[in-house]
């Protein structure tokens, strides 16, 4: 099993339309669909779900954003607490960057496939603040067109209803909020629940994969 996958059992999310982003080195992002999905263009894949009546399939991508690109910055865990409790979420920066690791030579690969897209972070920018909200905003946005991605493949439900959170991100009360705001934009007709997940290891998620799993639900 992969770590995202290992995240997701673990998150909690067990129910049609639930889904886990897990905010690592990488973004990851996936959901539970009653349709398969397979896209080698995208790295999209499935997994069949161990649910009772076995209807589910776990669909889901990767990104190569994600927070990598803050320890490339010299954000310490400290100064990302600090920044944050200064952060007005709802006044957006409008820097829309996209957030590869500094360096990264191997483009995009999901939400869209675009071997040549480079970083595009502006790390001129002095205000350490503002470059860190722009970096929670465009890895928020990214996030959003994942679940959008999978929507346009044939996701079934279209969006998530639930989405259970893995990783540092999840704990970042601005950064949910620069979410939840994100995904309001985009499905203006949802109300997604954004939560923690149960369990934030992944091996907590492999014990569960190595036991019965469907009678742990």
């Known amino acids: ?13 067990c129910r049609e339309g639930d889904a886990c982003t897990s905010l690592g080195s990488t973004l990851a992002i996936k959901m ?6 397979d896209n080698a263009q995208l790295g999209v894949y499935s997994h069949r779900f161990p649910d009772i009546n076995n209807e589910l399939w776990l669909i889901g991508g990767a990104s190569n954003c994600g927070c990598k690109i803050l320890r490339d910055l010299d954000y310490s865990v400290e100064e990302i607490e600090s920044l ?25 690969r999901f939400p869209l496939d675009n071997p040549d897209q480079k970083c595009t972070v502006d790390i001129t920018e002095s205000n350490r603040m503002i470059l860190l909200q722009g970096i929670f905003e465009s890895i928020a946005r990214i996030e959003a067109q994942g679940y959008a991605t ?3 493949l044939g996701s079934i ?6 989405i259970f959170t893995s990783g540092g991100g999840s704990k970042n009360s601005k950064w949910t909020q620069i979410r939840k705001d994100m995904f309001r934009n985009r499905y203006t007709e ?28």
């Open 84 to 108: 944050s409790e200064q952060m007005n979420a709802e006044k957006s920066t409008n820097t829309n960057y996209y957030p590869l690791p500094l360096g990264f030579e191997y483009g995009e």
């Open 150 to 152: 999978l929507n346009e």
């Open 190 to 217: 949802s109300n997604i629940e954004f939560t923690p997940a149960f369990h934030s290891e992944a091996c907590i998620g492999a014990a569960l994969l190595a036991t019965d799993f469907s009678h742990q639900r």
């Open 157 to 162: 439900p279209q969006f998530p209803h639930r």
């Open 1 to 13: 099993t992969t770590d995202s996958i290992a995240a997701f059992l673990a998150s909690g999310a």
């Open 32 to 37: 539970l669909s009653r349709t398969r999905l």
